[in-house]
T-cell receptor, first 112, second 114 residues
Framework: DQQVKQNSPSLSVQEGRISILNCDYTNSMFDYFLWYKKYPAEGPTFLIS?????DKNEDGRFTVFLNKSAKHLSLHIVPSQPGDSAVYFCAASRYNNNDMRFGAGTRLTVKP | DAMVIQNPRYQVTQFGKPVTLSCSQT?????MYWYQQKSSQAPKLLFH???????NEADTPDNFQSRRPNTSFCFLDIRSPGLGDAAMYLC?????????????FGPGTRLTVL
């Protein structure tokens, strides 16, 4: 069962514009959400996270929004840069549990 | 630099021939994880160790085993690889078990089964 879904396999945006990556989850027990970024030939690296007690978390150009009622989160990158081109994975877990479930990823391409 | 290292980066084995993938870490993290990722799919957790305590996912096939001889090293053993086991295998670590800290990933080992 796929508890975390990223329905867009790919996204292409122009440099300087906003990138919006979306993620949906089905398990209402999830209360901690993370975004990872993966470059080719490297492992995923942590980007930003959000707890279910918040609806927004911001770190520089990256902002994650959480809509608990819709079981939806999104990652906003603004302004997008060519170096942001990578695969972005959404992940979710329960706060007291090691189990982290990943989405299948969205490949972001930022064009110069 | 503290890191998670996986060897080899590419592994080719034959159908049914046992294979071992290795992971080491210099982060001194107490939790180590093994994920399987098939093409264009989500990484799937196979099992994890919290110190020496082994935690197997319910749907992980018996064909997959793991060993953690010390804090730094963790091995994934595939006893009789099938063609369906061809995938990228990712090792990850984290600091504590009880809170969902970020996980630190190695670069992965791509397994090919002939």
């Amino acid at each position: 069962d796929q508890q975390v879904k990223q329905n867009s396999p790919s996204l292409s945006v122009q440099e300087g514009r906003i990138s919006i990556l979306n993620c949906d989850y089905t398990n209402s027990m999830f209360d901690y959400f993370l975004w990872y970024k993966k470059y080719p030939a490297e492992g995923p690296t942590f980007l930003i996270s959000i707890s279910s007690i918040k609806d927004k978390n911001e770190d520089g150009r990256f902002t994650v929004f959480l809509n608990k009622s819709a079981k939806h989160l999104s990652l906003h990158i603004v302004p997008s840069q060519p170096g942001d081109s990578a695969v972005y994975f959404c992940a979710a877990s329960r706060y007291n549990n090691n189990d982290m479930r990943f989405g299948a990823g969205t490949r972001l391409t930022v064009k110069p | 630099d503290a890191m998670v290292i996986q060897n080899p980066r590419y592994q080719v084995t034959q159908f049914g021939k046992p294979v071992t993938l290795s992971c080491s870490q210099t982060l001194n993290h107490n939790v180590m994880y093994w994920y399987q990722q098939k093409s264009s799919q989500a990484p799937k957790l196979l099992f994890h160790y919290y110190d020496k305590d082994f935690n197997n996912e319910a749907d992980t096939p018996d064909n997959f085993q793991s060993r953690r001889p010390n804090t730094s090293f963790c091995f994934l053993d595939i006893r009789s690889p099938g063609l369906g086991d061809a995938a990228m295998y990712l090792c990850a670590t984290s600091r504590v078990a009880e809170v969902p800290n970020e996980q630190f990933f190695g670069p992965g080992t791509r397994l090919t089964v002939l």
